[in-house]
């Protein structure tokens, strides 16, 4: 039996199975961009995706997904009635692949809090997956904001850790010297300050 190649512009399928194949599997047009970057409200997050040395992931992808300022998912799994978003070209959606040195950028609007089944309410926040090499299955995460001090406290998610170090890892901080509405997050996927990771 012969096993052929293909069209002769195709390259040949790699032998591994584990990629990432990110640039053909997950393209979005809109990138990192959540909300045209000087849309108004806009804000920045950047950071780094860092393995267990603490040394920058080249080829990971991170990916969030938000409900808007109005605390509105535009989709219609919002247990509320999906919602147009109140901020035109709001999309609630960005992907962004990382660079040489680990580092990826997301623009977006901040979001509002969420309430719970249960009465309580979510502190705003991003939820973020994370893709990588060596990653079977993308693992999941939050980013929360630091000024928003009393929220997070009442948090269900944030108050169910252990302990205040580890709900730190969920935290953002300030962009130290740059305007208001840039922040800084960090994503350890292993080592001693291992972002936390939700089974879901």
Do not use: K
């Not at 950047?46 to 300022?69: C, I, S």
């Amino acid at each position: 039996m012969s096993i052929s190649a293909g069209p002769a512009n195709l390259p040949l399928t790699p032998s591994q199975t584990i990629g990432p194949f990110f640039a053909i599997g997950l393209p979005w047009p809109d990138g990192s961009f959540a909300v045209p970057e000087g849309a108004a409200g806009a804000i920045t997050v950047t950071g780094r995706v860092l393995d267990v040395e603490g040394e920058p992931v080249a080829d990971a992808l991170v990916e969030t997904w938000q409900a808007g300022p109005d605390s509105r998912f535009a989709h219609p799994d919002d247990p509320r009635g999906g919602a147009q978003p109140a901020t035109p070209g709001f999309r609630g959606f960005g992907r962004c692949p990382t660079d040489e040195h680990g580092r990826y950028r997301l623009v977006t609007l901040r979001p509002g809090p969420l309430p719970c089944p249960d009465g309580r309410t979510e502190a705003p926040h991003l939820d973020v997956s994370v893709f990588a090499r060596g990653l079977l299955d993308r693992v999941v995460t939050r980013i929360y904001f630091p000024d928003e001090t009393e929220a997070n406290a009442a948090d269900p998610v944030l108050s169910a850790l252990p302990d205040v170090q580890r709900a730190a890892t969920l935290v953002a901080s300030a962009t130290p010297g740059a305007p208001a509405g840039e922040f800084t997050f960090d994503i350890r996927l292993r080592g001693d300050q291992e972002t936390v990771f939700f089974d879901v």
